[in-house]
């Protein structure tokens, strides 16, 4: 027999384990949703080697998740067919925590509640000791003899050959000894209910072994002949007829059937109760994005969503639709309702968060090609039948309808975006959205049959006011997103350019987009003003927004470094071009005849100042000259026309993004 090892978690690890198991977390339930979805991650596994490999399933053919108790024991198992550890990896992958943020994490969990987010920080299966005080892990790789992992979170835990042999055929088996706080745990229906509760749309069985009263029907010895003779009634062809018939029948007329025969039957048997233990399999596994739009109700949106993305709130928006031509696939995609805490962190390392299944098969969850960077925080599954199955990524990335899928992908999410902020009745958007691929004309329909519904005008106040709110909320967790995508995206420019958001001279307090701007232009007006700074606040100490102010022309105020560079990538937007009021070319203010005399005379008459200035600023300056911009502020400094500003420059120094 092989002795147990010993090995000491890895300095993160450890830390978490001890906030873990001291945790007065009230939602400790999240172990099951984390522990199931740790379970069909290694059934994908398996069902996606399997593609490239059917002997891989070997004698294990069926997929599945069973979860079974010992009441004397107070234990629950979780067991899986799937892809199984081997000892390195039950050494490496529940020993170590690898992935980036970690540190940011456990920084947030120690000031308490972000416990809900331990899943998405890849950290999952230590949600375990929420409950137990005792893990243990027993599993089966196709790749080596089954072990076991165990482990009371104190610091260590141990690996051994498993004595009892290959038990598992394929697959892990987690067995959660519950802390005297959590025995509740060890009760069918609390579990069962959980299990509904987080892991409806997990794509494989799920099976309970419970216990069950059922109601048997036996023989009554004394009834026995009478079901004969109603059969003699009916010629023999007719008997024939009925039992070819049977499998085509549906349900209720077989029921129909037999509510009738039932009065017969009674005569004949009696019923018994009777105590019985099984497997009960509680998930419901066709794939949601499969369904019927109408036949979704909105919570069973969430609750996918909240499956996929392992957030705990609902989402802003989702879209549910089919797209077809060249390509043909089903989609759902999400707007989460916040920025994850990592939004910015390696932003463009960072891996798109949409599932891609090929036949109900999951291919790959980071695959960077379906999704531009800036739409990263999209979430989603995207399915289609056209793809083939039996290829790599790699070559799955190279193929030409990938690029298809992107375009119509990038679209929708952008539609959808757009139809939060178009304070558009949410309903429309997302019942009655396309279940085709829309055209661009019909895309062009719908924003005329907005604007319609827009003029209709006061009853909607209230719903707008709440959608607005919606895409404020939109604009504050993704703003940035936007932003990205105006400078990256090109072809998609325009469109994401009416998403943008700004505060502005207006009303400091409001957010305002640029057609709302161009709508209280004055008439003499032909250009967009802007004028960026380190903050909104800052911006608007500045002296030369005051002339403009007094004079009611409306300024963007471009308080965030991103701003600036955004803006820079829109040198027209709807016809008008887009200037910072810091650059020396824009001048707009007292452009009469009159005023430009004036200013000419103030020209001659100041030279000598000037002159002294440029003098003694040679080195500083590109030229020193008199200007109507400001109000009541002697001087100001001012960029060339193609200079950097002062804001981009800081920008450049630091570099900020
Ligand atoms: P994550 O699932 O985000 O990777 P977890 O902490 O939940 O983080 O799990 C850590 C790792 O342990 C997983 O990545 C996986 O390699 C391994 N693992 C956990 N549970 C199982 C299981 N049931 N079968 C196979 N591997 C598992
Ligand atoms: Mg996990």
């Not at 990335?397 to 119509?408: A, C, E, N």
């Not at 396309?434 to 827009?454: I, R």
């Not at 400091?508 to 380190?534: A, C």
């Not at 200079?643 to 993004?657: D, L, P, T, V």
Request: charged share 35%; aromatic share 10%.
């Amino acid at each position: 027999t092989q002795s147990k090892e010993e090995f000491s978690f890895n300095a993160d690890v450890a830390r978490l384990m001890d906030i873990i198991i001291n945790s007065l977390y009230t939602k400790k339930e999240v172990f099951i949703r984390e522990l199931i979805s740790n379970a069909s991650d290694a059934l994908d596994k398996v069902r996606f080697i399997s593609l490239q490999n059917p002997e891989f399933m070997g004698a294990y053919p069926d997929l599945q998740i069973m979860i079974d108790f010992d009441y004397d024991a107070k234990t629950v198992s979780i067991t899986d067919t799937g892809i199984g550890m081997t000892k390195a990896e039950l050494i490496k992958n529940l020993g170590t925590v690898a992935k980036s943020g970690t540190t940011a994490f456990l920084e947030a969990m120690g000031k308490g509640d972000s416990l809900n987010l331990i899943g998405q920080f890849g950290v999952g299966f230590y949600s375990a000791f929420l409950v137990a005080n005792k893990v243990v892990v027993a599993s089966k790789s196709n790749d080596d003899e089954q072990h076991i992992w165990t482990s009371t979170a104190d610091a260590k835990f141990f690996v051994t050959k498993d004595p009892r042999g290959d038990t598992l055929g394929r697959g892990t088996r987690v067995t959660l000894h519950l802390k005297d706080d959590a025995v509740e745990y060890v009760e069918q229906d609390k579990i069962k209910n959980l299990v509904k509760k987080y892991s409806e749309f997990i794509q494989y069985p799920i099976k309970l072994f419970v216990s069950k009263e059922i109601r048997k029907q036996v023989e009554d010895e004394e009834a026995e002949a009478k079901p004969a003779a109603d059969d003699e009634t009916k010629t023999e062809e007719e008997v024939k007829e009925e039992e070819e018939e049977k499998p085509k029948e549906d349900d209720a007329e077989i029921k129909d059937e037999g509510e009738e025969k039932e009065p017969a039957a009674e005569k004949k048997t009696k019923t018994v109760t009777e105590q019985v233990w099984e497997w009960e399999t509680i998930n419901e596994i066709k794939a949601i994005w499969l369904r019927e739009k109408s036949q979704i109700t909105e919570e069973e949106y969430n609750g996918f969503y909240k499956t996929i993305s392992k957030d705990h709130e609902n989402p802003l928006a989702y879209s549910h639709f089919t797209a077809e031509g060249e390509i043909e696939f089903k989609s759902i995609l999400f707007i989460p309702s916040q920025a994850p805490y990592d939004l910015f962190e390696n932003y463009y390392g960072r891996s798109a968060a949409l599932k891609l299944y090929v036949r109900r098969v999951l291919i790959t969850e980071e695959f960077e090609e379906l999704m531009p960077r800036y739409l990263n925080f999209i979430k989603g599954v995207v399915d289609s039948d056209d793809l083939p199955l039996n290829v790599s990524r790699e070559q799955l990335q190279q193929l030409k309808m990938i690029k298809v899928m992107s375009k119509k992908l990038i679209r929708k999410a952008i539609d959808m975006i757009r139809a939060l902020a178009e304070e558009e009745d949410e309903e429309d958007d997302v019942d009655d959205e396309d279940d085709e691929e829309t055209t661009t004309e019909e895309d062009e329909e719908k924003s005329k049959d907005d604007s319609e519904e827009k003029k209709e005008g006061d009853e909607e106040k209230k719903k707008e006011e709440d959608t607005d709110d919606k895409y404020t909320k939109f604009w504050k967790a993704f703003g940035k997103n936007i932003k990205l995508g105006v400078i990256e995206d090109a072809s998609n420019r325009s469109k994401l350019a009416k998403l943008l958001r700004f505060y502005s001279t207006h009303d400091p307090e409001t957010l305002t987009s640029l057609d709302e701007y161009i709508s209280r232009m004055k008439s003499d007006q032909d250009t967009i003003l802007y004028l960026p700074g380190d903050s909104k606040e800052a911006i608007l100490k500045s002296p030369i927004l005051k002339k403009y102010q007094k004079l009611g022309y409306e300024v963007l105020l471009l308080g965030d470094p991103i701003d600036e560079f955004c803006v820079q990538h829109l040198s027209e937007y709807e016809k008008r071009k887009v200037k910072s009021i810091a650059k020396d070319d824009v001048n707009i203010i007292d452009n009469d005849e009159v005023s430009k005399k004036k200013l000419q005379k103030l020209k001659e008459m100041y030279k000598p100042l000037t002159e002294w200035f440029k003098q003694h600023f040679s080195k500083q300056v590109e030229k020193v000259t008199i200007s109507n911009k400001l109000e009541d502020d002697p001087c100001f400094i001012l960029t060339s026309q193609y200079g950097y500003s002062a804001s981009m420059e800081k920008i450049n120094r630091a570099q900020a993004f």
